[in-house]
């Protein structure tokens, strides 16, 4: 593990509190965490500082990739928000220089439209958008990418008594289409580079210890056990046109802990076939609740 990783890990460990997981995304009893690589179904006010991540490519040979990354959500109303994002890359490529610099920023607009409590359901939708030439020109692409995208949530709070330690479980998943700006730009030679288009579907499984304690039994599990939400997640990109790759995608088995105002996620990074990686990359997320943190002031809506 590299050094950045091991210091999320042991401010995580340094900040652990005693209080009960408290956060903005909930149905009910349901509690939905900010996954990593899923974005959960509620709006809200909230850092992620930072996002870090490492894996080798599919290149042959393959190179390692390092991203730094960060997003800051801001409410607007109650359930409409909007996100910046950005990600420093490092890639190390054997025999060759590495390349560094920022990706092309991300610009997002999510609105909530459905609660219900009773089923812990939640669902939202939105537009984001990647901006072209905003990043290094050796790193983002040239053109912006827009994808308008639909998320849902759903615990199983609402199953029978006879299958009460199945309630903790909840999903979460995102559907969303990759639509570029221009078809094609012209290289230096005269030809074109076609832009691709895309379906994209991440996922999240999810078995909330916090949920089994508040709503169904407490084990007396330790209290550090009891703010932890073991997941898996997946990531998946399917080309619809204008590109001759496949379906790429990484699978992410991994746990988050939650506190009263921060939650902090490890995940390892598998990727589901050869043009997708190789080996095993690990990602870890801070994430702070500023809806909690600042409550009266950046932590609310700007329209009551």
Partial sequence: MNRPLKGLFALACASLAATPAFAHAIAGNRVFPATINTDDPGVADELSLPTIDTFKTSDDPAARESDYGFEFDKTITEDLAI?????????????????????????????HFLTNAPHELMMSVGLNAEIGGSGA???????????????????????????SLLRPFAVTGNVGYAIPSSNNNIDGSGNPNYHPRAMEYSG???????????????????????????????????????????????????????????????????????????????????HFFLDDILPTTLGKPIFQ
């Fill in 83 to 111: 996100s910046v994002d950005g990600t420093w890359v490092n890639v190390s490529q054997p025999g060759s220089e590495t390349l560094r610099g920022f990706d092309n920023f991300g610009l997002g607009l999510k609105y």
């Fill in 137 to 163: 020109a050796r790193i983002a692409d040239s053109y912006t990418t827009f994808t308008p995208t639909f998320y849902f949530g759903k615990g199983m709070g609402d199953l029978p008594d006879s299958l």
């Fill in 204 to 286: 999240a499984l999810e078995y909330s210890l916090p949920y089994l304690q508040a709503n169904v039994h407490d084990y007396g599990l330790p209290n550090f056990v009891n703010h932890l939400t073991p997941i898996v997640e997946f990531a998946i990109e399917k080309p619809t046109a204008n590109s001759d790759g496949g379906t790429t995608g990484n699978f992410y088995p991994g746990v988050i802990w939650s506190g009263d105002t921060f939650q902090v996620g490890a995940e390892a990074i598998i990727p589901m076939n050869r043009s997708s990686g190789t080996g095993v990359g690990a990602i870890v997320q801070l």
